[in-house]
């Protein structure tokens, strides 16, 4: 196993998974290459990884032949035959679908120990930030992912308005950050006197979010890349399941879930939006504010795990 390729669906948070298995076979001295569309576009966050752009599908198995393994995340995507791609192909589906209190981040950690031998393994996935930023530089300011993957994943628009503007009253300064084909569902919140950044590629958003004092959002990728950064990070969840697995689980975070309280499982996937109330999140956010010390800006610090 001393050389690998990692294959990344093109979702931030799965990527982001799969980099602490990068991360931990390099750590015990694997060659490793990854390639994905969002990893590469953060490339400059993990130094010293061979990282490429997506694999087209009419070249990889020609690509992988130089591998003696690859390994991707979810068993119909990117390659629904990776199997046939490479003799030595590794899919890890069915850590997504155990039955398990434990989160994404951990279950593939314990898997590199435990499958692969890695003695050393952890849910660190080796994201380091680029010179010149300040790890959360500007304490009160707290970015707002309203939006998700899938719609059945996000809140309510109004009540992260209304959460919005609650923690505008508190003294913080609540930012919407919103993708350049969703601004324009987004621009009214400005008259509210509430933020919305035109960031751009996701490396930008990643070096806006590492220098954010907090974040909140739905179940998404940006979580992920929140809590890669160690900021602390709200996570509103429709089910208990669903928050235990994916939780973004590097840096300090709460998870809320909007289901709690109600007692059928169909019913909890339609109304859980509804019984989450602004006022119960902002309660939650609270508790993490508490929790948390408040950064020291300009000092950014070491992400990397200590030994």
Known sequence: MKNVALITFPA???????????????????RVTIFGPHVHTLRAWFPGLDIQPALPADTAADRLAAFDMAVQLHDDRPFPDLARLHPRAIVLEHLCRLRSPKSMALRLAEYCRDEFGLPRAGKYNGMLA??????????LRVAIHPTASTRDKCWLPQ?????GRHLRDKGFDPNFIVSPAERPQWTHVQALGLGLPDLGSLDNVAAWLFESGWFIGNDSGIGHLASSLHVPTLSLFKRLGSAQTWRPDWGPGRVVIGSAYVP?????????????TSGRAARAFARLH??????????????????
Do not use: C
């Open 264 to 276: 059928a499982g169909r019913l909890k996937e339609k109304v859980w939006k509804y019984t989450l």
């Open 159 to 163: 009540r992260f308005v209304a959460l």
């Open 290 to 307: 508490g929790e948390q010390p408040a950064p020291v800006p300009p000092a950014g610090p070491d992400l990397r795990p200590s030994r």
């Open 130 to 139: 680029p010179a010149g930023l300040h790890h959360r530089r500007h304490a």
């Open 12 to 30: 931030i948070g799965d990527s982001l998974l799969l980099m602490t298995v990068a991360h931990n076979l390099r750590l015990h001295g694997a």
